[in-house]
């Protein structure tokens, strides 16, 4: 909103105050990832094999083994208790719940209901945050993170355990994105991308890496889930420092009060703005509201062709890239490493897939950012579903280059994963956007549900979760090139701009093959018509 950046301006963009909210943003990226990963961590499954009449001197078998082992078993004999060779000490939820062999799908299910939780969570609290604030459903968000994991330590049965998950992914997503939000709005726009991206890279990267090394330390899953929730206590403490978004205040007709936290923002960052400044904003932002029309909804996207296409393929586009992403993110197990390793080594990624894409986003393009990335991760994954297979096939080891190429294809899937959001916010019209955002979003982690299933296929088939995240991957780079670009374009702002949207492209049209072009030929009157190599994301929040 171009009132809200011209007070901003002078009550500073970037000085004590956003340099404060990039800190407490960094402490919530920190926390954010023990979170999220928490589902990983907890649910490591160590080597067993069957403890039923062991003879004396048994030597514990190379490979898990839900069989007996004694000398009188025959294959038929179930098993009643298990042995665990557990990693550096630390007793995962599975081990301590006898959940693997037959009772592994319980394990699964409940990983499945932290992800209808987190889809439930997304569409209710950001739907209450356009009521309530987004300061408050940050606060209570990680509170209820924090709820769900504490509640998880008493789960004795699988119902409490889908429950519990239920609960602590109801606050995934929402616990990070309203800090995100409020960030971006009280920082320059020239700054937003580098700033939030550097936070990002670097906080939730070392709150990834450090994750399976809490749970070693703390030696078992409850220890692990209660030294990462307690932390979330300080969230609420936000209230007294990060201020309400202002622009959300001037659509809910509260100037009064916008207009206090500009003032508070101007005092923190020293800057003396007089009060008929905050005047006159205020009765530019009621006019502005009073010119204000009712917007297009969503269902609109679908009643045009081209629009309609593109939409459904940001959906799909989504699904896959979010899909992969978690899927590949928890692959840890049957590499040949110890998890904890591999963990630690697959979110270094995170760092410098954020530095590539402040590097390149803006040059190459946004559809071939996305292309080129999905399809790299994806011939990777495909090329270690190969390695793996012929290893099996032939007995050999081959760890090194099966944890090199996993490392390499979670950093693709990383990049795909980040840039996909800027060129889903790009591609929707301006009228439609922050509902059209939050739905792609939706789209994507309601498709993770399938991710612990996916990953469940390896006991059936070693390799058989790389051939199907692999095809995912290539599946989504295709689908990508079906989009126009939007870099260097004129971004549409109604529905008819967005019909026209690279109406003349062709699947092979890429942004730095060519001079800087407008895609639409022709916008409504009264549309800007400067060229923006990015757009502000506070518009559609």
């Known amino acids: 909103m171009l009132e809200v950046d011209k007070m901003l301006e002078k009550c500073g963009d970037f000085s004590r105050m956003q340099w404060l909210m990039l800190l407490l943003f960094s402490l919530i990226n920190l926390l954010s990832a023990l979170h999220y990963y928490s589902q990983t961590i907890i649910s490591f499954v160590p080597k067993y094999w069957c403890a039923d009449d062991l003879p004396p001197g048994f030597e514990p078998p190379q490979k898990s083994s839900c069989l007996p082992q004694g000398v009188n078993a025959s294959s038929s004999d179930k098993c009643h208790s298990y042995n665990y060779e557990l990693y550096m000490g630390y007793q995962s939820f599975p081990s301590d719940m006898n959940w693997i062999c037959d009772e592994a799908w319980r394990l699964t299910l409940g990983q499945s209901m932290f ?22 459903i940050m606060i209570v968000a990680n509170l209820i993170a924090m709820l769900g994991n504490m509640l998880t330590i008493f789960s004795s049965n699988l119902l409490l355990f889908c429950a519990f998950r239920l609960i602590s992914g109801f606050a995934t997503d929402s616990n990070f994105l309203m800090m995100y939000i409020l960030v971006m709005e009280y920082m320059r726009p020239s700054l937003r991308t580098i700033g939030l991206s550097i936070c990002i890279g670097i906080f939730y990267c070392i709150g990834s890496m450090s994750a399976p090394w809490i749970a070693v330390l703390m030696g078992s899953w409850r220890g692990y889930l209660l030294v990462t929730s307690l932390p979330l206590a300080l969230v609420p403490l936000f209230y007294f420092i990060v201020p309400e978004s202002v622009q959300w205040l001037i659509s809910m007709q509260k100037y ?87 963990f630690s080594l697959s979110a270094t990624t995170i760092f410098p897939a954020c530095l590539l894409l402040i590097a390149l986003q803006d040059r190459i393009g946004r559809k071939a950012m996305a292309s080129m990335s999905l399809l790299i991760s994806g011939i990777l994954i495909s090329v270690t579903c190969i390695v793996l297979f012929a290893a099996i096939a032939e007995n050999n080891q081959t760890t090194t280059l099966l944890v090199t190429l996993s490392v390499i294809g979670r950093f693709g899937v990383t990049v795909a994963y980040n840039s996909g959001a800027q060129y889903a916010t790009e591609l929707i019209p301006t009228c439609v956007r922050g509902q059209g955002v939050a739905a792609v979003h939706v789209m994507g982690y309601a498709f993770t549900f ?53 109406k003349n492209e062709h699947w092979y049209t890429f942004s730095f093959m060519e001079k800087r072009t407008q895609s639409v030929a022709k916008l409504a009157p009264g549309i800007a018509k400067s060229q923006s190599n990015s757009i502000d994301s506070s518009h559609y929040f």
């Not at 992800?115 to 987004?134: K, N």
């Not at 095809?471 to 689908?479: N, P, Q, R, T, V």
């Open 115 to 136: 992800f209808v939780g987190s889809v439930v969570g997304t569409l209710t609290l950001g739907y209450l945050a356009d009521i309530l604030g987004r300061v408050p």
């Open 256 to 342: 009064e009060r916008a207009a206090r936290c500009l003032k508070r923002v101007a005092k923190i960052n020293g800057r003396h703005v007089e009060e008929r400044e905050y005047d006159q904003f205020v009765e530019d932002c009621k006019l502005s509201q009073q010119s204000t029309k009712a917007t297009p909804n969503l269902l609109d996207l679908f009643k045009t062709p081209r629009l309609r296409r593109n939409t459904l393929i940001l959906f799909f586009k989504s699904m896959v890239i979010t899909l992969c992403y978690d899927a590949v993110s928890r692959n840890v197990q049957g590499l040949g490493i110890s998890p904890f390793v591999m």
């Open 450 to 502: 399938f991710s612990a299933y996916i990953l469940y296929t390896r006991t059936i088939f070693s390799p058989l979760p790389e051939i199907i995240l692999g095809l995912l991957s290539l599946l989504g780079a295709g689908l990508c090139l079906l989009l126009p670009e939007t870099l260097h374009r004129t971004l549409p702002a109604s529905l008819e701009d967005g019909e026209n949207f690279g």
